[in-house]
């Protein structure tokens, strides 16, 4: 075999990404979109992995776990084929050590960060461990921060693009971050975040948490950074909003595609 036929039959990862979905039991039409929406997600890419990149709950309430898990059932996802990050929502600061490891319990990892391979993709999940001063706020340990350095360094070697997914957005970085959207300071030691992320400019950097509309953004030689939009909220004029990334994986590097599940439709220019 030569090595043109060895890159067309190589396999490709195929991954839905999501964020924001704010199941909850008073609110029972957020679980039915977040089944439209996998349902849709199958429909368009069968083999995809789905992943919610946090406040996939309002509350992190045991019961609005059971309701993401039916919905993502009732749409024909397997079990192992929903990856769930950790968002503000999840870890309520009055109960925030509980809430920590409610999460990690569900998801089975010792700690509420983790990483896992899917085909030949390294998937990295962050999440703040640590209490923050806000109640939407996210610290994240300096364990944590060299464990992702470590990551981010064996992926290089190998020569391979991770997907990093954190619920808040870095500072400055994509839609709903930016110096003039003011709240956009989500993470507490973002620059300690950032000098990690920067040292390795083949990551893939996926956020949510701030509901603006999704989109790209490469920094200099940093890393690239995707906005990953909100799939629960409509988008403060009273219009509907759903939006979520089709990534594709494989020898060539990593390919999103942007869309929309109102209109029903690709976004145009959004990869
Ligand atoms: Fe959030």
Redesign the pocket.
């Known amino acids: 075999m030569n090595s043109d036929q060895q890159l067309r039959t190589a396999p490709t990862d195929r991954f839905f990404i999501m964020s924001?979905t704010h199941v909850s039991l008073a609110k029972p039409y957020r679980a039915k979109r977040l089944e439209r929406v996998v349902s849709k997600a199958l429909e368009l890419q069968p083999d995809s992995t789905v992943v919610i990149v946090?406040?996939f709950t309002d509350y992190g309430m045991p019961w609005e776990y059971r309701l993401v898990a039916r919905a993502a059932r009732r749409a024909g996802l397997q079990r192992d084929r929903l990856v769930l990050a950790l968002?503000?929502?999840e870890c309520r600061l009055p109960r925030f050590t509980w809430s920590l490891s409610r999460f990690a319990r569900h998801v089975g990892s010792e700690a509420p960060y983790r990483d896992l391979t899917v085909g030949r993709t390294h998937l990295i999940l962050l999440a703040g461990d640590e209490k923050p001063q806000r109640w939407?706020g996210c610290r994240i340990s300096d364990n944590q921060l060299e464990w992702l350095d470590r990551m981010l360094s064996d992926d290089e070697e190998r020569g391979s693009a991770p997907l990093v997914f954190n619920?808040e957005p870095l500072f400055d970085t994509v839609e709903g971050s930016l110096a003039h959207h003011g709240s956009g300071r989500s993470i507490e030691n973002d620059a300690d975040l950032r000098a990690v992320l920067d040292r390795h400019p083949g990551a893939y950097v996926f956020t949510?948490?701030s509901h603006f509309p999704l989109g790209t953004r490469r920094i200099g030689v940093g890393p690239t950074f995707a906005n990953t939009g909100a799939i629960a909220y409509d988008d403060g004029y009273g219009r509907e909003f759903a939006q979520g990334w089709f990534v594709s994986v494989d020898e060539y590097g990593v390919s999103l595609r942007g869309y929309d599940f109102i209109e029903e439709a690709w976004i145009d220019g959004c990869r």
Do not use: F, K, L, Q
Request: proline share 0%; net charge negative.
């Open positions: 924001d946090g406040d968002g503000n929502h939407d619920h949510g948490h």
